[in-house]
């Protein structure tokens, strides 16, 4: 800054100059911030200077030192509050189908605030800054001023300030059930993300047992073993992708992940979600890994890495992840929606080879040559290169004990809601052997389908003067019959012309026939 020191005691003038201390220092903000001017923090810092001669004067961002989330988070004492100008702004509820209602929130522009921290005193001035030259040129300062008694030499004060400034910058850099997420060029705490990850459970994602171990023990593993890492002098630092077609496991799985890495391990882990760059991708892919490199150890997320990688950014996004810097303890998830490989259903005859394309011919019951077309859309030199992606999990579309499983998934979900909806348990395995083919995602979508389709219905019944109790056919007493005559008959399950009767079997029947001509549509 112009002519100024971070910290600067001015020798002490009589007691009577300290009297009109209350207001001037705004009375001063307000005639400069109502002039031409050029930095704001300059002429507030002098102005400050002359007002408070027997005090330590320290400047920190806001953004960086949040003095008063530490007060509200019972590390120091907030004494007093006045905000003198200030900005109310309303925040909108984050929900309102569940009755919450919004909030006004008030943004100071200039405020005092006196705060105590272990047993010294300080004054804060809080104000709105223009910042000559940048390219947002405002932002909100802290002013914190320190008085030294007479017999304290000014070196004492100004420590007794850099540790309130330390400790405080130390609490603002940590996550209070948050998660970093980098987008459009910034990184903010996200609050929903992070809730959204709490939500999530690995025992709800349905996967190959021995892959969701894989997973879990590689993961977890990476940031449990660093001494293992260093005995065998590997660097550590690794990279994993998901990849495989949407809406098969791969952003649940992350979740479970990232809450898994907060409550498990010895230490939580942060997670930093990087969900787009800026306009200027090499800004962003620094301003990332510096990120991260600061955080570490710490699991950084690159959801549908191949949009956020693009040919023009790859040598820079590669310079950072293996170039001369150290990214010891960062373990980088990637996920893409595109497999490795789709087998076309033409002859290979008839095919037009591109020279960007990785081929590869396999023969199928000895008829056609098909082509397998690998897709390239994730550049080679960051998939298969070790210490970049280097780990690649395949979610592939969904095995009948899968779907099956997911079945009884949604089965114990709409139950838990209303009970009158007949859904035997045999039923489940009879959805999954008309959902071959079908991702999880289709699945979940047949389901909401059919139970809308059901409502629709109770509600032409109820239209017609009907009670609507033929849609569920008895619910759980109508349930416990057909389980019971199946047992009777020692096929441990309901039978076929049972099932037939079910409301919900018909009206799943009928989407899963509409989403199956959707998906043959796709496929040519």
Not at 121 to 142: Q, T
Not at 350 to 377: G, K, P, S, Y
Request: proline share 5%.
């Amino acid at each position: 800054m112009e002519d100024m020191e971070s910290f600067t005691l001015v020798s002490r003038p009589s007691d009577d100059s300290n009297q009109e201390h209350s207001h001037a220092p705004f009375a001063d903000y307000e005639q400069q911030s109502s002039a031409t001017r050029k930095a704001t923090t300059v002429q507030l810092g002098k102005t400050l200077r002359q007002r408070y001669p027997d005090h330590t004067l320290a400047i920190t961002k806001t953004s960086i030192c949040d003095l008063l989330g530490f007060c509200t988070a019972g590390k120091a004492t907030l004494n007093k509050w006045d905000p003198k100008l200030s900005l109310w702004d309303y925040q909108a509820p984050r929900n309102q189908i569940q009755g919450q209602n919004g909030n006004l929130i008030q943004e100071p522009i200039f405020a005092e605030a006196h705060i105590t921290y272990q047993t010294r005193d300080f004054i804060v001035y809080i104000a709105e800054c223009l910042k000559e030259g940048l390219f947002y040129p405002l932002e909100m300062d802290n002013f914190i001023l320190h008085r030294i008694s007479a017999s304290e030499a000014p070196e004492l004060g100004s420590l007794y300030t850099q540790e309130l400034i330390l400790r405080a910058s130390e609490w603002t850099a940590e996550l209070h059930g948050q998660i970093w997420m980098f987008d459009q060029g910034y990184w903010s705490k996200n609050r929903d993300l992070w809730e959204s990850a709490q939500e999530a459970d690995w025992e709800d994602v349905i996967l190959d047992e021995g892959m969701k171990a894989d997973v879990r023990g590689d993961v977890e593993g990476f940031f449990r073993e660093r001494r293992e890492y260093q005995r065998f002098a590997i660097p550590w630092k690794r990279g994993i992708i998901f990849h495989g077609p949407p809406g098969n496991g791969k952003t649940i799985s992350i979740r479970a992940i990232m809450k898994t890495l907060f409550a498990s391990l010895p230490r939580p882990i942060p997670t930093l979600y990087v969900k787009s760059f800026s306009f200027n991708k090499e800004y962003g892919i620094r301003s990332v890994f510096r990120k991260a490199r600061s955080t570490a150890p710490c699991l950084l997320i690159f959801e549908d890495v191949d949009s956020l990688i693009t040919p023009q950014s790859r040598s820079y996004f590669l310079n950072e992840v293996d170039g001369l810097e150290n990214n010891e303890g960062v373990l980088m998830l990637g996920s893409t929606n595109h497999r490795m490989s789709i087998i076309y259903t033409a002859p290979l005859l008839f095919h037009t080879f591109r020279a960007t394309e990785i081929m590869e011919i396999r023969i199928i019951a000895n008829e056609h040559a098909f082509l397998t077309h690998t897709v390239n859309l994730l550049d080679p030199s960051i998939s298969k290169r070790p210490s970049r992606f280097d780990r690649k999990y395949l979610f592939p579309l969904p095995s009948t004990p899968q779907r099956t499983l997911y079945c009884q998934y949604w089965r114990s979900k709409i139950l838990a809601k209303n009970s009158a909806i007949a859904f035997p348990e045999a039923l489940c395995a009879k959805i999954a052997g008309i959902t071959e083919k079908f991702s999880f995602a289709y699945m979940k979508e047949a389901f909401v389908a059919s139970l809308l389709g059901l409502l629709v219905s109770r509600k032409k019944v109820l239209g017609r003067g009907g009670e609507g109790g033929e849609l569920e056919r008895g619910g759980g007493e109508e349930v416990e019959r057909l389980e019971r005559e199946g047992e009777e008959d020692g096929k441990g399950g309901e039978r076929d012309g049972d099932l037939e009767k079910l409301p919900l079997w018909r009206e799943i029947k009928k989407q899963v026939a509409v989403l199956r001509e959707e998906l043959d549509t796709q496929s040519n």
